[in-house]
């Protein structure tokens, strides 16, 4: 296909694997950011192929992973509601809350819909005036754009019955946390490809200088990876420590400037809890006041819903890059896709859905 | 000792979810938890595509299904056409040949006739051509609002001769894994109908009578076609799993070698979907020896619904019950059944 098959070229991933191999003089750790890339990894077997010179720690850049727990609760109630009509992206459909999910607030009668595109949760609440229609906006600067026209167009058109639970987060905070923490074993960072279309890479810039550690703008599909392992890998070997951007095809040092202002005029930065690492102050995005009409926890009582992180739950130090899926002792056992214990079994971009799904042939032989 | 668990409680079930009617593991332990306790028996417990009985010498193969697509009419086909060829090919996925056919209609108040009436000519085009006869039939007619349009079940029987037995247990290590065209179709002209999204190249349903392939590898290499299967819900992982735990045979694909069509591996890059977990409606899988596997590729590229059947993997000994794929880039990866629906991702 057409601007994916040659980023899939078998031959030339052999040639980056030998290249990154001569280039590496001993045993690097290397976090991806995102958990789209962390599925290429694990699905293509990239880690596998590196094992001896990059060790991979997979990021906390899973939307649905580190959306807390709180949230989770708080959307149950809401789609619980028959007045409600409750929309998602797919992959929050399975995500337990503090006793079920959505899906099983569907099949009690609840309605929750999956849509691709908040636009389209506008479009069902302007069909549907009778009923009040919530968008669940999670993810990262990647859907904060999306999520932000959606808000402003209700605003614009008067779409009273529209209204956003937000559990927005952005990277750069939840970067610098984990490299603040001592138990922190990252050497360098493949920042995620589609955050920085968005916002560009200026912001890692003083991450890069203050803690020493190159980041390198990185792409999803397997030649991307290896691409930016490798110029991640020639940091360290050099000892220079820039950001330096393998995704050229899609992303500028600026980023993009209109989808900004915009996130930039609807939301403002909040402290935000996340799920299995905690609070991180001023890392997520909230409703500015003026939109604050819009915003589900204003409009619906949901003041009730106190939900605390479980601290003992493992998910954390598996999103922290501490613990491999493969080392916990519920991975595969108590936990699998089925009957997931904790978010970063359940979504596609989590790091034990890839392991399970992947990578267990690799465990069993 | 300690044990480590994580405390988040998991979902505990205590109702139908839409889960349990995508194919994946959700329906194996719908039907292994909810049915088989209370009818099984020595026909049913085979969980084949059709059940096979035995009649003096005879040999009977009954199927049934029940269709409920949204929407109606799709590239392709409508529901009429597809409700006869999803029986039409769970018989012949038994090596038998399709007789006859038994029909229910659920019909929703409020439902044109001109829409029926297309469902219905479908329907009879799709039985002519596949030469099963339609000889019993009902319809019931529920409020508005209790049924999307019209529901059908279809159930078909059909005869099976001693010297041609495909079994999903017959698959061996050491069989070519082959399928006989492109995959993908039916699910994704389905969701691209259903969503509204329209691609340059539109994707067309595959749904087809499989019988005049099955037709084919019987006089081209008879009872050597060890399994057959007709990867519908769930996709060709799916249908992979199911005869690679009934056989406890390893299968190993080559990601290469996968015939998906251009335009259903972009529909699916964009909407988040693995194409090997796709439906399909007029593709079949066979599991033949290696030494007749160029036999039988030749005998599916002999008709015109296999013109692009291809060999797509082997059966191996290692790893029973799992299927493992060597990936394009040299990786290998797990190509496990899924839990429930395939659920779009986020971003």
Known sequence: MKYLSEYRDGRVARALVAEIKAAATRRWVLMEVCGGQTHTIVKQGLDEMLGDVIEMVHGPGCPVCVTPLEQIDKALALAARPDVIFTSFGDMLRVPGSDCDLQQIRARGGAVRIVYSPLDALELARKTPDKQVVFFAVGFETTAPANAMAVWRAKELGVDNFSVLVSHVTVPPAMTALLAAPDNRVQGFLAAGHVCTVMGWTEYEPIAAKYKVPIVVTGFEPLDILEGMLLAVRQLEEGRHEVENQYVRSVRRDGNQPAQDLVSRVFELVDRSWRGIGPIPRSGLGLREEFAAFDAEKRFDLAGIHTTEPAECRAGDVLRGVLKPFDCPAFGKACTPEHPLGAPMVSSEGACAAYYNYGRFRSAV | ?347
């Open chain 2, 1 to 347: 000792m300690t044990t480590i668990a994580c405390p988040i409680p998991a979902a505990a079930t205590d109702r139908v979810q839409l889960g349990h009617g995508s194919g994946g593991k959700m329906s194996a332990a719908l039907i292994r938890d909810r049915f088989l306790p209370h009818f099984a028996n020595d026909v049913l417990s085979q969980l084949g595509d059709a059940a096979v009985v035995d009649i003096g010498g005879q040999c009977l193969a009954i199927s049934t299904d029940t269709f409920v697509v949204q929407p109606l009419e799709f590239p392709g086909g409508n529901i009429g056409s597809l409700a006869v060829h999803g029986t039409v090919n769970d018989l012949a996925m038994m090596g038998a040949r399709p007789q006859w056919l038994a029909a229910g209609f659920v019909l929703e108040e409020g439902l044109p006739f001109d829409v029926l009436d297309r469902i219905v000519a479908a329907m009879a085009d799709a039985a002519r051509a596949a030469r099963v006869l339609l000889v019993a039939g009902d319809t019931k007619v529920v409020e508005r609002g209790k049924a999307d349009g019209v529901f059908i079940n279809t159930t078909g029987v059909g005869l099976r001769t001693p010297d041609f037995g495909p079994a999903p247990a017959r698959a061996r290590p050491g069989d070519a894994v082959i399928v006989s065209g492109p995959l993908g179709c039916h699910g994704i002209a389905i969701m691209t109908a259903r969503e509204g999204l329209a691609f340059e190249a539109e994707i067309v349903s595959d749904s087809a009578a499989l019988t005049p392939l099955v037709e084919r590898l019987r006089k081209r290499v008879g009872n050597a076609v060890h399994a057959l299967r007709d990867p519908t819900r769930g996709g060709l992982a799916s249908a992979l799993n199911e005869i690679a735990a009934a056989a406890r045979i390893g299968v190993v694909l080559d990601e290469t070698a996968l015939p998906i069509p251009g335009p259903v591996a972009a529909a699916c890059e964009m909407l988040g979907f693995d194409p090997l977990y796709v439906a399909n409606e007029g593709v079949l899988v066979a599991f033949v020896p290696e030494a007749q596997a160029d036999a039988a590729v030749a005998a599916l590229r002999s008709h015109a619904l296999g013109r692009s059947a291809v060999r797509i993997g082997r059966a191996v000994a290692a790893h029973p019950g799992m299927v493992v794929m060597e990936t394009a880039i040299g990786g290998t990866r797990v190509v496990d059944m899924l839990p429930g629906d395939q659920l779009p991702r986020i971003c």
